[in-house]
């Protein structure tokens, strides 16, 4: 608590921390008085890979145009360009006046005594301030009109032809109306959520764009809320037609209203959510009540969610049209409102490049020479002090005797339900279950593996048994916290080339509904629909311009996967279901004109997957729930394999908890590869191959990683480069990352770096699990609480000596294997990589 005082209310702000991590002009090399002047900084940087994403664009346009007015219209975390005109003096007035605590809330939560905290907050930081008027209140804003933006055109986007947005978006209330609030964010789920709302029917089924726009439904998180509705990946000449659906919508909500199932079914996943416990519980109440409290709204009504459940519950029994009046009075007769469009331009990125070099230019005319022998110096100075080792002494820390020397040990029991292996932990789960199924795929295909991400993401989504899908949909609502299918690839503990492939299957649900949920799985294995073309094309519009949109935003996690690809079998199979090669395979099945191969591959693919045999399942509920919940699971495993036409002999034994996967047949290669993308900065990744979690190396590696990433690379990359990882020059932190192994190698590192790097690899060690969670990494990856066990012990035995021979062993040059991968605009040098098709 004291270093958060001490940070928001009296930070250093010195002015060099502000050229650091704001910005500042550069000599590009700091220490050539002759290389050219540019702009350096953190968030300089970081806000240039922001606004790479068409999303994040249009997001902040939308706000800025919504509410031209007041602070909203400007962006908060500071346009590339308008940063270079902020000064030191600027930034510590700002600061003065709104990090004030006459500004500030302070929120706790946890089962500490809340004396000692207030006596603290008083005595380090109250005390020492008089009240002010911070002048924050935000006046209401007017709008009312029409706007157009433009941004980068994707490469991959499904259908290039097709890739301009439209959204309309509506001023609401004042968030500050806690009831009201409420009633307009499930007016919003009702009109947009989920295949059975009348605006996905309007606009997402006809096929016109490939998903909702980017921003979508209720915002509570400025002073007035918002609704936005339209779409994305659309062509210029529907615009109007698109216009036209929206209102005609509007005017049918307005006469039909919604089925009470659907109001039903909504309640029903509040009362979920309400029930089910997350690690950062407390957190997440924060931020759920900050907006509204900082607009001086009530934060403990807002808590009140059963009031507001039952408030609404009786006004709409005492008036039915309700919800009708509310659209026709917020969607209907409101004038405040904004239409934005945005169409990709072919030189937008040029443009943006021109005006930064204008801005740049412009900076650098004012200079006279002593100005830039000063700007020479004081880089240097910079330089001279990024270099320097702050001294952390003054920080309360805690030591590496802190920690628990043991982990808690989490007790499940395992069993078998119609030869199935099944793992139960009881846990104080709140009333909910939480099923979950890994089923294997190693008898799989090869050619079948790219579409696997694809036959997870629609198998519970194209309808199934007697459902069909905005039926089936309706039920998973009705009946379970959600149900849904993902990818799984398990490297083994013990062996690098091996590994376990598969999908898992997961859900929730209410105690009440346990045979329900049991039944909408059956259904799946049984007889799911892939027949439905349409429903299936919306679905692959939809998950292909996901991914898409992603990318930007995942940058890093693309470049890592690539960059691993050639180094394990299990991260080759991670490039084909989650990497670079997923998204271009999807852009793909998003051209073809005909589906029909597709279905009939998603067939074949669930004859090898939702088979008994391959199978092995979890369960965790409550000791009193847990004999019913045996009981279901079994019924659901007896009427899957009977409805399997070849019964094959059920296995008497569960020795093979594990069938560990297939051994690789490749050797593992060097590879460069470089994805031309348009975005203003580089993503690069290298990797290199080491041991498997059970190996004597593993733990001092951890430690090394942890060690290098905060002690070497996030200085050298971050802080003297100005990067914010999206890289200053590729080549340059690829020099960087070859003397962060230097570094390592030569041992420059002290007793007090490696005790800090055990403190941040034992935080996320031990960061709390959820009830709903725990027994999973046994579960999943056969990782046993014995395992944890030594595991832990050897991150504490870590020494200097072993962190320095792991780095000769595995690191050095002539040893190590390793992948690079670049995403990002090419260039000269780069152009001499291999391209990844």
Same mark, same amino acid.
């Not at 499940?412 to 009881?426: D, F, H, K, L, R």
């Not at 290669?669 to 348009?678: A, D, E, R, S």
């Given at each position: 608590l004291s270093v958060y005082l001490d940070a928001a209310f009296f930070p250093c702000l010195r002015e060099q921390d502000f050229w650091q991590e704001g910005w500042r002009l550069e000599n590009e090399n700091p220490t050539d008085p002759n290389s050219p002047l540019v702009f350096k900084g953190v968030v300089f940087n970081e806000m240039k890979g922001a606004f790479s994403d068409n999303e994040r664009v249009y997001a902040q346009h939308l706000q800025n145009k919504l509410y031209p007015d007041h602070t909203y219209s400007v962006v908060s975390g500071g346009e590339p360009l308008a940063i270079p005109d902020l000064t030191w003096e600027q930034l510590k007035q700002f600061h003065a006046t709104h990090y004030h605590p006459s500004n500030a809330r302070f929120f706790t939560y946890g089962d500490l005594p809340l004396e000692q905290h207030l006596k603290q907050i008083e005595e380090e930081a109250l005390s020492k301030f008089e009240r002010i008027n911070p002048n924050t209140e935000v006046p209401p804003s007017h709008t009312g009109r029409e706007d157009h933006v433009t941004c980068s055109p994707d490469a991959l986007a499904p259908d290039p032809a097709r890739q301009n947005t439209l959204c309309v978006s509506y001023l609401l209330g004042d968030i500050t109306d806690t009831f009201e609030g409420f009633t307009l964010s499930l007016l919003s789920s009702l009109m947009i959520s989920g295949p059975n709302s009348p605006f996905y029917k309007a606009l997402i089924e006809p096929n016109i764009g490939t998903d909702f726009s980017s921003v979508v439904g209720y915002d509570g998180s400025t002073k007035?809320?918002?609704?936005?509705?339209?779409?994305?990946?659309?062509?210029? /000449?529907?615009?109007?037609?698109?216009?036209?659906?929206?209102?005609?919508?509007?005017?049918?909500?307005?006469?039909?209203?919604?089925?009470?199932e659907r109001i039903d079914a909504l309640l029903h996943k509040i009362e979920i959510q309400m029930k089910h416990q997350s690690t950062n519980f407390g957190l997440s109440l924060a931020s759920y009540i900050a907006s509204s409290w900082n607009h001086d709204g009530d934060p403990v009504e807002l808590l009140q969610i059963n009031d507001s459940v039952a408030k609404f519950k009786q006004t709409?029994?005492?008036?039915?049209?309700?919800?009708? =009046?509310?659209?026709?009075?917020?969607?209907?007769?409101?004038?405040?409102?904004?239409?934005?469009?945005m169409s990709p331009d072919e030189v937008y990125l040029e443009k943006q490049a021109k005006a930064e070099e204008e801005k740049l230019q412009k900076k650098i005319h004012a200079l006279s020479d002593s100005d830039k022998k000063d700007i020479y110096e004081k880089g240097l100075e910079l330089l001279a002090a990024q270099s320097k080792t702050q001294d952390?002494?003054?920080?309360?820390?805690?030591? *590496?005797? =802190?920690? /628990?020397?043991? &982990?808690?040990?989490?007790?499940?029991? &395992?069993?078998?339900?119609?030869?199935?292996?099944?793992?139960?932990? /009881?846990?104080?789960?709140?009333?909910?279950?939480?099923?979950?199924?890994?089923?294997?795929?190693?008898?799989?295909?090869? =050619?079948?593996?790219?579409?696997?991400p694809l036959f997870c993401s629609v198998v519970t989504k194209m309808g199934c048994g007697g459902l069909d899908y905005r039926q089936q949909s309706q039920q998973m609502e009705l009946r379970t916290g959600g149900m849904s299918v993902s990818t799984q690839v398990v490297p083994d503990s013990t062996q690098l080339d091996m590994y376990e492939q598969g999908v898992l299957l997961s859900s929730s649900c209410l105690e009440r509904n346990l045979p329900h949920m049991f039944h909408l799985w059956s259904d799946i294995f049984n007889n799911p629909h892939f027949d439905e073309v349409e429903r299936l094309r919306v679905l692959v519009m939809m998950s292909a311009q996901e991914l898409a949109n992603g990318i930007s935003y995942s940058g890093h996690m693309y470049a890592m996967t690539r960059a691993g690809r050639h180094l394990t079998p299990a991260g080759d199979l991670n490039e084909t279901l989650g990497g670079m090669e997923q998204v271009k395979f999807m852009k793909r099945v998003a051209e073809l004109s005909d589906l029909s191969q597709v279905i009939r591959t998603l067939v074949r693919i669930k004859k090898h997957l939702l088979n008994p045999d391959n199978m092995r399942c979890a369960i965790n509920t409550t000791p009193q729930k847990m004999s019913d919940t045996a009981a279901q699971l079994e019924s659901f495993m007896k009427d899957v394999a009977d409805n399997r036409k070849e019964r094959k002999p059920v296995r008497s034994n569960i020795i093979e908890w594990f069938s560990t996967g297939k051994k690789w047949c490749q050797k593992p290669?060097?590879?460069?590869?470089?994805?031309?993308?348009?975005?203003?900065?580089?993503? &690069?990744? /290298?990797?290199?191959?080491? *041991?498997?979690?059970?190996?004597?190396?593993?733990?001092?590696?951890?430690?090394?990683?942890?060690?290098?990433?905060?002690?070497?690379?996030?200085?050298? &990359?971050?802080?003297?480069?100005?990067? #914010?990882?999206?890289?200053?020059?590729w080549e340059e932190t690829l020099s960087a990352f070859r003397r962060g192994v230097d570094w390592a190698k030569s041992g420059q590192f002290t007793q007090q770096d490696i005790d800090e790097a055990k %403190?941040? *690899?034992?935080?996320?060690? !031990?960061?709390?699990?959820?009830?709903? =969670?725990?027994?999973?990494?046994?579960?999943?990856?056969?990782?046993? !609480?014995?395992?944890?066990?030594?595991?832990?012990?050897?991150?504490?035995?870590?020494?200097?000596?072993? %962190?320095?021979?792991?780095?000769? +062993? #595995?690191?050095?040059?002539?040893? +190590?294997?390793?992948?690079?991968?670049?995403?990002?605009?090419?260039?000269?040098?780069?152009?001499?990589?291999?391209?990844?098709?």
């Open positions: 007035e809320a918002s609704f936005s509705i339209g779409l994305q990946g659309m062509a210029e /000449e529907d615009t109007e037609r698109v216009k036209q659906i929206i209102s005609q919508t509007i005017n049918d909500i307005i006469e039909s209203g919604f089925e009470e709409l029994k005492e008036n039915p049209r309700f919800l009708q =009046d509310k659209v026709k009075h917020y969607f209907k007769e409101n004038t405040h409102r904004l239409t934005l469009s952390a002494s003054c920080l309360p820390a805690l030591k *590496v005797s =802190d920690i /628990e020397p043991t &982990i808690p040990v989490t007790p499940v029991q &395992i069993s078998t339900a119609v030869g199935v292996p099944v793992q139960y932990c /009881e846990q104080p789960t709140n009333g909910l279950v939480y099923f979950r199924a890994m089923c294997s795929l190693n008898t799989l295909p090869e =050619d079948l593996r790219l579409y696997v290669c060097q590879m460069k590869t470089f994805f031309q993308l348009p975005f203003p900065v580089h993503f &690069i990744s /290298e990797s290199i191959r080491t *041991v498997p979690f059970s190996h004597h190396d593993y733990a001092s590696l951890c430690i090394l990683a942890r060690m290098m990433t905060a002690k070497f690379l996030h200085g050298e &990359i971050r802080e003297k480069g100005g990067a #914010y990882g999206g890289g200053p020059g %403190l941040s *690899v034992f935080s996320a060690v !031990d960061s709390p699990v959820a009830p709903a =969670d725990k027994g999973m990494g046994r579960f999943l990856s056969g990782v046993t !609480d014995e395992m944890k066990q030594n595991h832990r012990e050897r991150l504490f035995a870590v020494t200097h000596q072993s %962190l320095v021979e792991v780095a000769e +062993r #595995y690191l050095g040059v002539g040893q +190590r294997t390793c992948g690079v991968a670049i995403l990002g605009p090419e260039n000269e040098a780069i152009k001499k990589i291999p391209h990844g098709s």
